[in-house]
């Protein structure tokens, strides 16, 4: 066996899955609180990645940039929920129309303001650590390092502060925490807001490695939903082992076998998911969702 | 857990799911990011000396179909620019036929370089009476679009390289691109030039998953195994691919001396980028047809690339077959061709040949104009940018060249067909 080309699959199932890991909180946080599947997930973590590139052609440099995206694309999901989702709460399928709206209306944004060409951003890190003939590039390591910190500090935010507390306690039943005294529509606002950076990170991540163009978010919201299958819907947990799952099997079966044949098996072990235990790999009980 | 909350569980189950596999409908729906194909030639002005008055000429509608967004908008852009300029001076030079002025119409609507919107934008303008269509360029969505007009009585000019393979010989069909298909194709004859060029020991394929890459792959596999050059890795990426790391480890471990990945510069241009920081700098990249130069913009680390030029190089200014086109380009742009900018050669070419053809047609009608592109001889056409000749089955097709880039350092040969 090729020794390197074994560790670099390691590496390169890390990196893809904490691409996917990061699209799928996004869509779980919404999908646990809200009871939407936001198609238009993608578009944030694209018009996220699209800001990093306008600011850097403006001077702004990309760690600047990071916390200026983070904090307009939660400010922007909070607005989207408010103004628009809060509207249809209770036919959760006008929701999801709404989000595919969404896909268009920014599709378009971006499409006029940006066009249809490919952009390079400065990376942020150019360093590459090299283990014997295993080259890991510091950018990559980057998205693996913050998709980690991102879940070790969604999981205290949620486990351990009262909006966290108040979060799921919505999530499990919402007229309870009504009466209970939260204020469950603020609460759901702030589940879109942080979906919404989060997708918006994800942006921020991938532009530190590939090119921006239209297409930057089509295959991480496809795995992510994927993953919100294998893991469980509603689970954060389930997101992060699902996208283990899916990236590591993903960078072995190109590394080693086809990309097609990859995507086929993806499928089948989807099915089988679904079949066996439908509730995801994570999700047994009620105390495991949000 | 209650009756209740399992029922919720259930919906949201299900919900997901439909959301999903209407995900992956989507995804196969708009999949492929073809590449397609070049066409004919420049020329400057003339329609011939007349002394007809053009001062308030008929108008001849033409309907356009262009990938300006999607996968395929980085080329169809050029496509874009390459048609209005030719309308442009088309116009400027009036279209005279049997005696009286015509100019151009053009109707130019974006596919988004998707079938089923191309579809919708052929039967608006079937539905409005235009008898000329260009485009779409792209060869998955012709050959949607091309379908939805059977029967119709109108001329259709393409420059994709699979239209013919997939629909035949019509002579209301002007292509001008030369197949990419079978050992007489260029992509056969790419591989040939590539072995005699590089000489190398083996050879890596790695292609978009659609039609089109299938197309390169066996091609390129054929005229490898023909110039005695071991094909030791050939893979398909999936439409939408952005992360080819993977790949590019694989590969790796195959150590091969030339690697070629297609089609598009937003597949090669990541890839290259992406190689440079797995360290894999040494073999020889090549962009399949479809990519350009500017694939390679922006990447230091490689010193050997080389494409295919599906038309003629217009960055070059020592040639004097693209003189013409470079100024008039320069004249309506602002600014000069760069190396991108030989799409814009697929339909110049064609409109301003479709004026001329009009003329020796001495009528508007679609098959009689057909007629007169089809069959006039090259003399009939002096001041294009490029010599066409004509296939086995009546299609038009430039000479393709190679780009070889060492070092920044850009020399264009023709590529000679088998």
Known sequence: ?290 | MTNTLRQQRGARRATVFIALVGLLLAACGSGSKSASAPTSAPTSASTGASTVSCASPTSIPIGASVSETGGAADIGQVWAKGIQLAVDIANKNGIIVAGKCYNFSLSEQDDATSPEVAIGIYQKFLQNGDKYILGPGVGTVFTAAYASAKGDSVLIMTPTSIGSVTTGYNPLLFQTHITDAGTGGRVYAMAGALAAKYKPTSVALLESQDPLGELHEQGLTAGFKNANVPVVYAQYFPAGTTDFAPYIAAIKSKNPSLVIIGYLDTYVHPFLQQAVQAGFTSPVFVGAPGSTFASIQGITGISNYAVSITTRAVDNASDPQVAAFRAAWTAQFGSEPNSGDFWALSYFDDVLMLSKAMSVAGSIDPTAVATALHSTASESYPDRTLNLSFGSNNIAQYTPQMGYWLNGQITYVNLPLG
Not at chain 1, 16 to 27: D, K, N, P, R
Not at chain 1, 84 to 90: D, E, G
């Open chain 1, 1 to 290: 066996m090729d020794v390197n080309l074994f560790l670099q699959s390691i590496i390169n199932g890390l990196v893809l899955a904490s691409v996917y890991a990061l699209v799928a909180l996004g869509l779980t946080l919404v999908f646990g609180v809200l009871d939407i599947v936001n198609f238009a997930q993608g578009q944030l973590l694209l018009l996220g990645a699209y800001v990093v590139y306008g600011l850097s052609t403006k001077g702004v440099g990309y760690w600047t940039a990071l916390p200026i995206v983070l904090v307009g694309s939660a400010a922007l999901g909070y607005g989207l929920d408010s103004a628009l989702f809060a509207r249809v709460r209770k036919t959760p399928m006008n929701g999801l129309l709404i989000s595919i709206g969404l896909i268009a209306i920014f599709g378009d944004v971006v499409q006029r303001v940006w066009g249809p060409d490919q952009y390079d951003v400065p990376q942020p890190i150019t360093t590459v650590i090299t283990v014997g003939s295993v080259r890991i590039p510091g950018a990559r390591l980057l998205i693996v390092a913050v998709t980690i910190l991102v879940l070790i500090a969604l999981t205290v935010f949620l486990r351990l502060s009262r909006p966290g507390a108040a979060i799921r306690a919505v999530a499990q039943n919402s007229e309870a925490a009504a009466l209970m005294g939260i204020p469950v529509e603020r609460y759901r606002h702030i589940a879109f807001a942080v979906s919404a950076a989060l997708a918006s990170l994800g942006g921020v991540l991938l532009v530190a490695v590939f090119p921006v163009d239209p297409t930057l978010s089509d295959s991480p919201l496809l795995k992510g939903f994927i993953v919100l299958i294998l893991g469980g819907a509603g689970s954060p947990l389930g997101a992060v082992l699902g996208a283990l799952v899916l990236g590591v099997s993903e960078a072995f079966g190109i590394g080693y076998w086809s990309a097609s044949g990859t995507q086929v098996l993806e499928l089948v072990l989807l099915i089988v998911i679904l079949y066996f235990r439908p509730t995801g790999l994570i999700r047994t009980a009620h105390e495991a969702t949000l």
